[in-house]
T-cell receptor, first 119, second 110 residues
């Protein structure tokens, strides 16, 4: 069974540019979540998608956006890149959305991440 | 919302010794507590989890304990090996899928 696939794995952009990251969840998983990981802030939640609908959004500016397609694949976009956007962007998939699993819990399987460097 | 605190931030142990990482959470309604291991260049990998209806769970050298009254849970690794060296994260559900602790960098010295 293939895991969560994220592309690209590494990318370098300059300030002001935009970037699109892609995530293919485990087959059968309908929920996709995105997290930003930085050394100082740890893992911070960006968004959660289930059945093409955004269910939750973290405390990030509107430059961060995402979407989910009918095949559950997801993309996130960051526009007008800033130096502080340099981070590892992690995608995680799960069978159900948060709050819908057994005992109201959600088991996440992460991809290897997309490492973004903004110069 | 949920807040998860994790200690220590770094931990060094001799090979063969035990390692303990502790986390506290704020939302008494939380009912699922996973632990993730992240190796260099990889995403976090679930290593063990516990639900609120049990107090302890073991899987070979790894165990997790939960104290719902005190709102804390701990990861115990026995007979540590060099391959246990990694960053470990605890988490709890909040309004988002999971809220993570800041991580513990475990170094096992051979």
């Amino acid at each position: 069974k293939a895991g969560v696939t994220q592309t690209p794995r590494y990318l370098i952009k300059t300030r002001g540019q935009q970037v699109t990251l892609s995530c293919s969840p485990i087959s059968g998983h309908r929920s996709v979540s995105w997290y930003q990981q930085t050394p100082g802030q740890g893992l911070q939640f960006l968004f959660e998608y289930f059945s093409e609908t955004q269910r939750n959004k973290g405390n990030f500016p509107g430059r961060f956006s995402g979407r989910q397609f009918s095949n559950s694949r997801s993309e996130m976009n960051v526009s007008t890149l800033e130096l502080g956007d340099s981070a590892l962007y992690l995608c995680a998939s799960s069978l159900t959305a948060s709050g819908q699993g057994a005992s109201g819990a959600n088991v996440l399987t992460f991809g290897a991440g997309s490492r973004l460097t903004v110069l | 919302g949920e807040n998860v605190e994790q200690h220590p931030s770094t931990l060094s142990v001799q090979e063969g010794d035990s390692a303990v990482i502790k986390c506290t959470y704020s939302d008494s309604a939380s009912n699922y507590f996973p632990w993730y291991k992240q190796e260099l260049g990889k995403g976090p990998q679930l290593i063990i989890d516990i639900r609120s209806n049990v107090g302890e769970k073991k899987d070979q050298r790894i165990a997790v304990t939960l104290n719902k009254t005190a709102k804390h849970f701990s990861l115990h690794i026995t007979e540590t090996q060099p391959e246990d060296s990694a960053v470990y994260f605890c988490a709890a559900p909040g309004n988002t899928p999971l809220v993570f602790g800041k991580g513990t960098r475990l170094s096992v010295i051979a």
